[in-house]
Nanobody, 125 residues
């Protein structure tokens, strides 16, 4: 069993930065991948970024590429999402998720096994 807890959300002006953290407890195996997703009101949950635990391979949605960076701290079992040059359209609840690496797409939320409770990010114009 894996538990995930996000933190670091808040209110920021457009052009500003935030760093989200995801604390993972329980057994995170080397064959896991960690993802960040977001969901705005009345919209579907969408992929933001992902990192493979063992290889540190990363992937980003086109909408955040060049602005967001996903990283992890193995010793602390933390996953970060550094968000720079934030835009009002980045406003959403951001979720951390974990999936076993079974060869399925890490961009698809239904492929994830564990989810955090979410943290609100609001970007004002």
């Amino acid at each position: 069993q894996v538990q995930l807890v996000e933190s670091g959300g808040g209110l920021v002006q457009a052009g500003g930065s935030l760093r989200l953290s995801c604390a993972a407890s329980g057994r995170i195996f080397s064959n896991y991948a960690m993802g960040w997703f977001r969901q705005a009101p009345e919209k579907e949950r969408e992929f933001v970024a992902a990192i493979r635990w063992s290889t540190r391979d990363t992937d980003y949605a086109d909408s955040v590429k060049g602005r967001f960076t996903i990283s992890k701290d193995d010793a602390k079992n933390l996953v970060y999402l550094q968000m720079n040059s934030l835009k009002p359209e980045d406003t959403a609840v951001y979720y951390c998720a974990a999936k076993r690496w079974l060869g399925t797409s890490w961009r698809e939320p239904n492929n994830y096994d564990y989810w955090g409770q979410g943290t609100q990010v609001t970007v004002s114009s």
